[in-house]
């Protein structure tokens, strides 16, 4: 079994990147904290989740600023400079106009006064966005899941790792206090021996416009497009035109796999948390579901996944429903835990569990305070930008990183292989291989599209 020790011991041989210092700023325009610990901060990608959680994730904090932005659509890219410099100029009472526009990421990363940067780009670009991020210096804090593919992440993660920077994945469940109560109460014996878990994650329906249109004048098309195929311009391919509603590429499998990893991604990697397997995966798969025939988004709809881990314990996959509402349900020998988010929605988008309760038992003692009896203590965190941003002061290590997230993202697009070849698949967590399986082995990586290959 990979363990966060042995991970950490194999990839400090990379070495640590040199730490970029801020930029210096007068303290009396963003208060009293000194410039010298001020994080400077670009955000990459201003569609929904940036403008709903990343942005005002680390505008709430004086020590964090954020000085440029970055779009492929040049409205989303005004709107958002807009955004950020109305929010200075109310805080401070002074007009603020010290935000700098990009279209091009790479420039962006160019700017010697970024320090850090938010990644809220479609899926598809995740892992190149991060890679590029960290060659550059940058610290990274990046909207899941990690990558389109196994490979993708695998690269990612080796980049990150050799790189010496903080990235923090946005599965912000993990500084959620009661997700961490649940993972302590597993691992602490409260339902005794740990025998399955259940993930249930909202679905997609399909449809989708499928006529062609121009493209807008104010989007990079070819570009938004990346590493994938090219194919032609649909709004309900892309983004809307006007407001910031749900983004239709989210139902695309050409720029990522759906709920398995929209949402599993946070729940997948929440059973690791629970099981002491983040540094490891599945050594077992079987998956199948129901796939669009016609339409525009061709994601999977409802679907059953079972996957076996090392340490014995079954973790499944289904569609939520009113009866098994989205969260994470754990089995024991001796009773079960129910967690998920309750009322809480990263977006006002985003599905939101339809349970009154975020952390439930089949028994209210198990539920008790932990004591000296429950040794086992997880890493707390009570905000997760907050603890991306406090890690990149201190250089310590971050409650979700780079490798913990591609383990989670590995688990969710080895579902969706499964998924896809509607059969048992064997793997190698530590190869990261199939056993004796070309065909699925075949999937772990996807073809690129030049210019944008990596």
Not at 54 to 65: E, T
Not at 104 to 130: C, F, G, M, Q, R
Not at 345 to 355: F, G, M, V
Request: proline fraction near 6%; glycine fraction near 8%; aromatic fraction near 10%.
């Amino acid at each position: 079994m990979i363990t966060r020790r042995s991970f950490i011991k194999r990839t400090l041989s990379a070495g640590a990147g040199l730490i970029a210092a801020p930029a210096i700023v007068p303290a009396s325009v963003f208060g009293p904290n000194a410039p010298s610990n001020r994080i400077n901060i670009g955000a990459i990608g201003t569609g929904r989740i940036s403008r709903d959680h990343d942005m005002p994730g680390v505008l709430k904090y004086d020590y964090a600023r954020i000085i440029a932005v970055s779009d492929l659509d040049s409205n989303r890219l005004a709107d958002a400079k807009k955004m950020v410099e109305d929010y200075y100029s109310k805080k401070t009472g002074k007009p603020y106009s010290g935000v700098n526009m990009y279209e091009h990421y790479e420039e962006l990363l160019a700017n010697k006064d970024v320090d850090a940067v938010l990644i809220s780009t479609p899926d598809h670009w995740h892992a190149k966005n991060a890679i590029d991020a960290v060659r550059a210096g940058k610290d990274v804090y990046l909207q899941k899941p990690t990558s389109l593919t196994i490979a993708e992440g695998r690269k990612m993660s080796d980049a990150v790792n050799a790189s010496g920077r903080i990235l923090q994945i946005g599965s912000q469940q993990r500084s959620m206090e009661q997700f961490r109560v649940a993972c302590e109460l597993v691992r602490n014996g409260r339902i005794g021996q740990l025998q399955r878990i259940e993930i249930r994650l909202p679905g997609d329906p399909p449809g989708g416009n499928t006529e062609e249109m121009p493209v807008p004048k104010n989007l990079n098309y070819d570009k938004w497009l990346g590493q994938t195929p090219y194919v032609y311009y649909t709004e309900e391919r892309v983004h809307p035109q006007k407001g910031y509603g749900r983004p239709g590429w989210l139902r695309c499998e050409q720029f990522g796999a759906g709920m398995i990893t929209g949402w599993g991604a946070h729940h997948f990697d929440i059973a690791h948390w629970a099981m002491d397997r983040e540094y490891s995966g599945p050594v077992e798969i079987y998956g199948k579901a129901e796939f669009a025939t016609g339409g525009l988004w061709d994601v999977h709809g409802a679907y059953e996944t079972e996957m076996l881990y090392d340490n014995g314990v079954i973790v499944t996959g289904t569609t939520d429903s009113p009866e098994k509402p989205n969260g994470v349900f754990f089995t024991g020998t001796d009773g079960w835990i129910f967690v998920s988010r309750g009322a809480y929605a990263a977006s006002p988008n985003e599905p939101i569990s339809t349970t009154s309760k975020a952390l439930q038992a089949s028994d209210p003692k198990i539920l008790s305070p932990l004591t000296d009896n429950d040794p086992v203590r997880l890493y707390v965190s009570t905000d997760h930008h907050g603890n991306w941003l406090e890690c990149v002061r201190t250089r310590k290590m971050n409650i979700t990183p780079a490798e913990v997230a591609h383990r989670s993202c590995t688990s969710c697009l080895l579902q969706h292989i499964a998924m896809k070849l509607n059969r048992r698949l064997y793997w190698d967590p530590i190869l990261e291989r199939f056993k004796n399986d070309d065909e699925a082995n075949s999937m772990i990586a996807r073809p690129h599209r030049p210019p944008y290959n990596f």
